[in-house]
């Protein structure tokens, strides 16, 4: 953690010469931190700005949102260059289904629309907290995913308090005991983990 007043060298990664050192001064603002550009001597020759945590959190959301945005737009895209529509599926399925019906089915669920102007619609709807009717389970979508969010909570939590348990039981462990099968056993593990697909271990922990 860096603390108010004090110097930290900084040196070319490269070569590792001495170039100087850097003084945190303060908080500029709530958005802002400043920071003392010390020469070798140390001199103060110059000041600079760095992003406070605050802002960076901000920004980190902004993008997150631009980001499900360009993607909700990038899907509702692809939708629109496959072939037929569900309205197409459910006359398919249902030889019962006249031209009359499609073409009243097409204009509730705005499948006759341009893909961009379904997408804004569609946007504004969930801005507003509406999400859509599930023809699947007959109710509508927020009511069902309500409950499996809060499910998925739970699980969430669990696996974070228990994988926090384990790793830093684990880590302390392996510490103490450097280059031991305990330690080169946990690491594998660790490593195997991560680079194994989630969906792949949670089949396998549902076998078990």
Not at 6 to 35: P, Q
């Amino acid at each position: 953690m860096l603390d108010f007043n004090t110097t930290y060298d900084v040196h070319d990664t490269t070569t590792g010469e001495h170039l100087g050192a850097a003084r945190r001064k303060g908080m500029k603002s709530l958005f802002k931190d400043e920071w003392e550009v010390l020469s070798p001597a140390g001199e103060v020759i110059g000041l600079v700005e760095e992003t406070g945590g605050i802002l960076s959190i901000l920004r980190r959301l902004i993008e997150s949102a631009i980001a499900l945005i360009a993607l909700s737009a990038l899907v509702f895209a692809l939708l629109a260059l496959m072939p037929g529509d569900p309205v197409d599926l459910i006359a398919g399925a249902d030889p019962r289904v006249t031209p009359e019906d499609i073409a009243r089915l097409k204009a509730l669920y705005g499948v006759d629309q341009p893909f961009w102007e379904r997408w804004v619609a569609w946007l504004g709807r969930v801005v507003h907290g509406e999400f859509g009717y599930s023809r699947l389970f007959a109710a509508p979508v927020g009511e069902i995913i309500g409950p499996a969010l809060g499910r998925t909570a739970l699980l969430a939590a669990l696996a974070l308090l228990l994988s926090t348990a384990l790793g830093v039981a684990g880590g302390t462990l392996a510490a103490l005991r450097p280059r031991s099968a305990f330690d080169l056993g946990t690491s594998f593990l660790a490593f195997a983990g991560v680079a194994a697909p989630s969906f792949w271990l949670a089949l396998m922990a549902m076998a078990v």
